[in-house]
């Protein structure tokens, strides 16, 4: 049956649509949030100061989790008061509104710029909506190998002086939790089951922008990054591989500033294959995890429900996934959205399990039960269709996992996040 999400419901957020982006604010104002060690290194060579000081500002904006300069005492009062009368503020992304779900999941309204009306959606989920399960990565810690936290055990400035401890559950009320980021405002890719698509694209995030949402919510949870189990899904607003560049400078920044490790990132795309052959080039040591939303069984019904099926058919975008150089137990997941009599019929499950295995990926599946959103007509498909579905993949020697919908309530589970509203 089809599930009509109420357009009055005060869960979606009327913004005023016709309201401009004022960017004269931020225009004025110099962010240092976004930046990476070399580029702090060159604003403070501007400013006639050391370039070891680059450290101390990225410590406390990516590590410490401040917001204003003039609480980075590592920095001497003078040299604050210099950057702030120079133009210089952290910028972070700021929570801006939070909407609570029963189930523990938040979602945010994140402000991308002071002074910039500009929001995009940002959710926390404790314990995650088991997207993450099932590739084995889940016992090892958040923090990069290649890159160790600096300050070992570091926290955020709200958990201050916790003991040292791999359980998480001590301290916090989740054991471990997902944290899905957006990396455009609204999308063009028009998947006809999407409601971001209905936003169309508006624009492409920076990279500040898109690593901002994620050291925001951090800093809200005082998560201790390298001891608490944190997983990134770039599966917010937008196509990462359409703003790729923006994309792969985030990641570096939560990599190489935050201390996140990128085998706890999975980047979702909608099968963009020019963005999936540069990812193939990334260096292991930063590169994420990659999922593909595959959400069809073939080339026909993909096309109809994903119009960019007609540029990137799935064997081309199977071609590009080839060629990347996955780590030891390394799986590719596919993405595969449930269409009640769409896509969720056995002769799906048998037709789909023949096409992963035909790849030769190692893969798994995310069935993911479309979630309703206004003025989009497709069915949510019955609970034991998406269980048999399950049952014929794992029949057939592929693993299934069905990811839960989590914060179906305030809007926040995959495929409802959409800025505005007509207000
Ligand atoms: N643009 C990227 C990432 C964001 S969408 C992509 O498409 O992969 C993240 C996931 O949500 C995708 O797998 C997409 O297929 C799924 N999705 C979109 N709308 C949905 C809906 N209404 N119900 C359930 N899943 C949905
Ligand atoms: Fe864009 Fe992904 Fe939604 Fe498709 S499913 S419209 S690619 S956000």
């Known amino acids: 049956m089809l599930r009509v999400v109420p357009e009055n419901s005060d869960q979606l957020v009327p913004l005023n649509p016709a309201a401009p982006d004022d960017n004269s604010a931020s225009l004025k104002s110099r962010p240092l949030f976004g930046l990476d060690a070399p580029a702090l290194a060159t604003v403070l060579a501007g400013e006639g100061e050391p370039i070891w000081r680059a450290k101390q500002i990225s410590e406390a904006i990516y590590c410490q989790y401040i917001t204003e300069i003039s609480s980075v005492t590592t920095l001497s009062l003078d040299l604050r008061q210099k950057l702030a009368s120079h133009g210089w503020q952290i910028g972070r992304p700021a929570i801006a509104k939070t909407f609570q779900s029963t189930d523990g999941t938040e979602r945010y309204l994140v402000q991308c710029r002071p002074g910039d009306a500009t929001t995009v959606e940002t959710v926390w989920m404790p314990e995650g909506d088991d997207g993450e399960a099932g590739d084995g990565t889940d016992n090892e810690p958040s923090v990069a190998p290649p890159f160790p936290a600096r300050s070992e055990g570091r926290v955020g400035k709200k958990a201050g002086a916790l003991e040292p401890s791999h359980n998480n559950s001590e301290t916090n009320p989740w054991r471990r939790a997902t944290i899905c980021v957006s990396s455009q405002v609204g999308c063009a890719v028009n998947c006809q089951f999407c409601l971001t698509a209905k936003l169309g694209l508006q624009r492409n995030l920076t990279a500040g922008e898109i690593a901002g ?73 930063l590169r994420p995890k990659l999922a593909i939303s595959l959400n069809a069984p073939n080339d026909h019904i993909r096309a109809v429900i994903m119009p960019i ?115």
């Open 213 to 285: 949402q994620v050291v925001a919510v951090l800093d809200r949870h005082a998560v201790r990054v390298g001891r608490d189990r944190v997983n990134l899904v770039f599966m917010g607003m937008g196509e990462p591989f359409l703003n790729y560049d923006n994309f792969m400078a985030a990641v570096r920044l939560l990599v190489e500033e935050v201390g996140l490790s990128p085998q706890r990132m999975t980047v979702s795309t909608s099968g963009i294959v020019p963005g999936i052959e540069r990812f193939a080039q990334e260096p292991s040591e």
């Open 309 to 423: 099926n007609r540029k990137w058919p799935i064997w081309t975008i199977m071609d590009a996934v080839r060629g990347i150089n996955l780590r030891p137990r390394e799986r590719i997941t596919f993405e595969y959205v449930l269409l009640g009599g769409v896509t969720d019929r056995p002769e799906d499950a048998r037709q789909l399990a023949r096409l992963v295995r035909r790849t030769g990926l190692p893969a798994k599946v995310n069935l993911i039960a479309w979630n309703p959103g206004p003025g989009i007509a497709y069915a949510t498909p019955d609970p034991a269709s998406v269980a048999d579905f399950q049952k014929t993949l794992i029949a057939d020697g592929i693993p299934a996992y069905i990811r839960q919908p989590r914060g179906r309530d305030i809007f926040a589970a995959c495929g409802q996040l959409k800025r505005t509203i007509e207000g």
